[in-house]
């Protein structure tokens, strides 16, 4: 129901900046909320990075304030996240996410891409 192309992952040292992209097209439905969610090595996936509204209101994770910016193209439903002075805690996969719905658990998931930080 939901497409997603996710972009813009890689290896970065730490202190660095790197910016994901992510385009999604619903069928049958507006999105209203996308966002960005991520699986660090040995954990779980589902740790919230950030998210934003189709209202433009963003949420973001204490980890990453200060660092991290989130935006959308709402013409293009594209996301971005723009991550800057990366740590090797922010490794970890990806997730491109959006929902019909916002305030909630994300239904809609992206295949991920892979963000290294390392020296």
């Known amino acids: 129901q939901v497409q997603f192309v996710e972009s813009g992952g890689g290896l970065v040292q730490p202190g660095g900046s790197l910016r994901l992209s992510c385009a999604a097209s619903?069928?049958?439905?507006?999105?209203?909320?996308m966002g960005w969610y991520r699986q660090a090595p040995g954990k779980q996936r589902g740790e919230l990075v950030a998210?934003?509204?189709?209202?433009?209101?963003?949420n973001y994770a204490d980890s990453v304030k200060g660092r991290f910016t989130i935006s959308r193209d709402n013409a293009k439903n594209t996301v971005y996240l723009q991550m800057n002075n990366l740590k090797p805690e922010d490794t970890a996969v990806y997730y491109c996410?959006?929902?019909?719905?916002?305030?909630?658990?994300?239904?809609?998931w992206g295949k991920g891409t892979l963000v290294t930080v390392s020296s």
């Open positions: 998210t934003i509204t189709i209202g433009g209101r963003t």
């Open positions: 996410t959006a929902d019909e719905v916002v305030d909630r658990f994300p239904t809609y």
């Open positions: 619903a069928i049958g439905f507006r999105i209203s909320s």
